[in-house]
């Protein structure tokens, strides 16, 4: 959600790299692959327009509030509809402004436009037809959808700029242009920063006034709308998005150029990388995977997948992020402005954000890479013109410190390496814990191979124990919670009891895991103990569970689940492992129907004395299943009363909240006082307190203060606050400010917590208000699980 990396204060955002360079492999297999890749030609045009004479000539073009259009507009009507119309915005880094400079136009909803001409949405048709065949997909069903009405009086234009993808799928806009009487509006449409197209929209032919014309370019095309210099244009934007469902890829089944390339990776021996020409979103990509590739991208791509696919699929292939960041500082010496000179400091080049074909995020391990060695670069672009746009991510100027700048340039990029060296590239670039659990899944049967490559990994590793569990932060570099799960799985399914004891005596033994993550654990080997029996395995699992009683009760319970929860269960039970409990929905279910059943009622009695002594704000869960357990609990008053006395103190939990919140939301003050801020408790009292801003100090350097505020980003709840890095060395330090977001977000969490009382009284047929409200305390316990991914923050860096 909205980060602000660039805030750049000097406004130079969208830097350029100034690197002219080329990368170019000079001989061998690569070569032949880039060869190959260069000479194959684009399939689609990159972006195309001309008149669109199957749109019939009169759409019968409506306007509420203003009623029906003629065409060409005339300048009455044209007044007529800014009237009704809205100052188009344009987005900038999650804001959206208005500024005339950038962008002046007017612009309609598209609810507001009709066009009652039936044979218009014919000829919208036909002319899809058209740009499909133009952007060579004509096998693939793309939807059109209308998304504005833009009117340009004189002066009006529109600064070069990318479309946001405004709706899923979206990846290309087309305009349409009505006939029309005016001077300039011509739409210039760029690539590599060099102009490739300008579309007049039938000026230069002398048909703008007599026809619709239409223009198609890709989202992430930039393109700029020149001013119009006389009268008025009236325009449509559409955006062509790809249709839901994932479409297979067009296989090429012969050609030369697919012949050679499968014959070269029959023989490739290495990896390569080759960077996407487009840009594309990260929820593109895991929405629709490889099938988001767009232009020149696509069909590189498809005589790829095609040639591998004739060679047997000899290359494994996956979508990466890559990036280049540099830091420079400024070497004037002076205090300047515009007119540093900025010295390098550092590069590196990375590669993170793993995905498989479909768009599935396998990992976001990064590693520090060189791609030169290895890259494709079939368009012989500059190392400029391949990274493209990047980002201002920090200036600063401190005291006598000189200023200092980071820049990052992300990209999209294909990495492909031969089938059979997996195991060793999934190792390099992913790690070793990866590279295990891919070949254990991919064959299961090899299991003890796979368990003693861990040992001597975790051997190896043992000798520097400092690095063992947490690397780079919060990474964990030793065996994976993930891995582990998967291992279990793997030995239930083996059955074999020996393996079992390697597993945990030789390499569990040692691990300590996370508090947090002693859910996930017990839940991995509770299918362990099911399979081979309690008795068998408790002194095993032992080695993973040995000094916390907490986590012995909660395996209990999960092996009583296997009876059905029996009154074994109860009895190990307290309030707090109930707390507990809570915050795992699976079990909280498990809990509450085995107890609503119990037929014994005096391990009924200690479970309801649990239950009583469980604050209300944990109610809420409880309840709701409660509800679900009426039939059962109705037949039984006892148990029904019981219910029901929860209920009550839900509810007067929730009134006097709603009315807390509800003083809070009249914003006369800046406390927050439920917020939760896990990287540091001055930080939570800040945000709990009437103040409004708080600058935290306490840092290394800059670095390590922004490190802080993007580990935190998301550690906090209840709270709405900006955090800005500044300064420079021991001075570094973060500003905190509070904002109104919090405040504005309380109405939906009172009505939230309305709705719930509601519903209780009439689940619970509890009529009367309920009176001495309890009052609430901000809970700790909430902060355990903050609210993620938070809409509330912006990291201002
Ligand atoms: O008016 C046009 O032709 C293009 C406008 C545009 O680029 C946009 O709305 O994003
Ligand atoms: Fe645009």
């Known amino acids: 959600m909205p980060r602000f990396w660039n805030s750049d204060r000097k406004g130079k955002s969208g830097e350029t790299l100034e690197d002219t360079s080329k990368v170019t492999i000079e001989e061998g297999t690569l070569a032949e692959i880039n060869n190959i890749l260069k000479n194959f030609r684009e399939q689609g045009e990159y972006t195309f327009g001309d008149i669109a004479d199957s749109l019939p000539v ?4 409506e306007i509420d509030g203003v009623g029906p259009i003629s065409l060409p507009l005339a300048a009455f009507q044209a007044k007529e509809i800014i009237q009704v119309a809205e100052r188009s915005p344009y987005g900038k880094e999650f804001q959206t402004l208005v500024d005339d400079s950038v962008r002046k136009s007017w612009q309609l909803k598209p609810e507001f436009v009709r066009f009652t001409n039936p044979d218009w949405k014919v000829g919208l048709d036909a002319l899809m037809k058209k740009v499909k065949d133009r952007l060579a997909l004509n096998d693939i069903p793309l939807r059109c959808s209308l998304y504005k009405m833009l009117l340009y009086e004189e002066g009006g234009h529109f600064l070069k700029h990318r479309d946001t993808e405004k ?3 979206m990846f290309a806009t087309m305009v349409i242009q009505f006939p029309s009487n005016h001077e300039g509006g011509d739409l210039v449409v760029y690539r590599n920063g060099k102009e490739e197209s300008v579309h007049d929209f039938g000026k230069s032919s002398g048909k703008s006034k007599y026809a619709h014309h239409y223009a198609v370019h890709y989202a992430d095309s930039e393109h700029q709308l020149r001013a119009v210099t006389k009268g008025y244009r009236l325009a449509l934007v559409y955006s062509i998005c790809w249709p839901k469902d994932m479409i297979n890829f067009r296989q090429l089944d012969d050609g030369s150029a697919m012949e050679k390339l499968k014959d070269l990776f029959a023989k490739l021996d290495t990896h390569f990388f080759m960077f996407f020409n487009h840009e594309y979103t990260a929820s593109a990509l895991t929405q629709r995977g490889i ?25 494994v292939m996956h979508i990466v992020k890559v990036a280049l960041e540099n830091d420079y500082y400024d070497v004037s010496g002076s205090h300047c402005h515009d007119d540093c000179e900025w010295e390098s400091n550092r590069s590196v080049q990375n590669v993170r954000d793993w995905r498989s074909m479909d768009g599935r995020l396998i990992s976001e391990k990064w590693k ?17 013109q391949l990274w493209g746009t990047g980002n201002v991510t920090y200036e600063g ?31 390099e670039f992913i790690g070793t814990q990866y590279a295990i659990t891919w070949s254990l899944m991919k064959d299961p049967e090899r299991l003890h191979e796979t ?12 000798n520097d124990p400092s690095i063992r569990f947490y690397n780079l932060g919060s990474k964990r570099e030793s065996l994976e919670l993930s891995l582990f799960e998967k291992i279990c799985e793997a030995l239930t399914k083996k059955k074999d009891i020996e393996l079992v004891r390697l597993f945990f005596f030789d390499i569990v033994k040692t691990l300590k895991f996370h508090e947090s993550e002693i859910f996930r654990v017990v839940d991995a080997i509770i299918e362990l103990v099911v399979c081979f029996s309690v008795e068998v395995m408790l002194p095993i699992v032992s080695v993973v569970l040995k000094d916390s009683t907490q986590k012995y009760l909660h395996l209990r319970c999960l092996i009583a689940r296997e009876k059905s929860f029996s009154s074994l269960a109860i009895t190990f039970l307290s309030h707090e492992t109930v707390e507990t409990l809570l915050q795992q929905d699976v079990l909280l279910k498990l809990v509450l129907h085995s107890t609503f059943r119990m037929v014994d009622s005096v391990q009924f009695d200690r479970f309801l004395e649990i239950i009583k002594n469980i604050s209300p704000q944990n109610l809420s869960k409880i309840l709701a299943d409660a509800r679900d357990l009426n039939s059962d609990a109705t037949k039984d008053p006892n148990k029904w009363e019981a219910l029901c006395s929860l209920a009550r103190k839900r509810l007067s939990y929730c009134a006097s909240h709603i009315n807390n919140l509800k003083r809070l939301s009249e914003g006369k003050s800046w406390e927050m006082p439920y917020a939760t801020y896990s990287g540091n408790m001055n930080v939570q009292n800040f945000l709990r307190s009437a103040a409004s801003s708080f600058t935290l100090y306490g840092f290394s350097g800059i670095g390590h203060a922004r490190n802080h505020a993007f580990k935190y ?24 400010t ?20 509601n519903k209780l009284k009439k689940v619970f047929k509890i009529t009367v208000e309920c009176d001495n409200p309890i009052p609430v305390a901000p809970s700790s316990a909430t902060s355990k699980r903050p609210r993620s991914p938070s809409p509330d923050v912006i990291i201002l860096d």
């Open 451 to 462: 368990l003693q490559a861990l040992i001597k990994m975790e051997k190896e590793e043992n």
């Open 291 to 315: 099938d988001a590739l767009k232009g020149i991208d696509r069909d590189r791509f498809t005589l790829m997948n095609s040639a591998n696919k004739k060679a047997n699929e000899k290359l």
């Open 738 to 757: 509070k904002t109104r977001k919090y405040f504005e977000g309380l109405g939906a969490k009172i009505k939230a917590l309305e709705e719930e009382s």
């Open 368 to 384: 520090t890479v060189s791609f030169s060695d290895n890259m494709l670069n079939p368009d012989d672009a500059t190392l400029s």
């Open 397 to 427: 100027y401190l005291g006598n410190e000189s200023a200092t700048k980071s820049t990052k340039y992300e990209r999209y990029a294909l990495v492909a390496w031969p089938q059979d060296q997996s195991f060793e590239y999934f190792t």
């Open 713 to 736: 980003e998301n550690q906090f709840s209840n709270a709405s606050f900006i955090m800005y890095a500044n300064g420079i060395g021991q001075n570094a330090h973060i500003v905190f």
């Open 167 to 169: 709706e899923d799928g």
């Open 58 to 61: 009169l759409p019968g073009l």
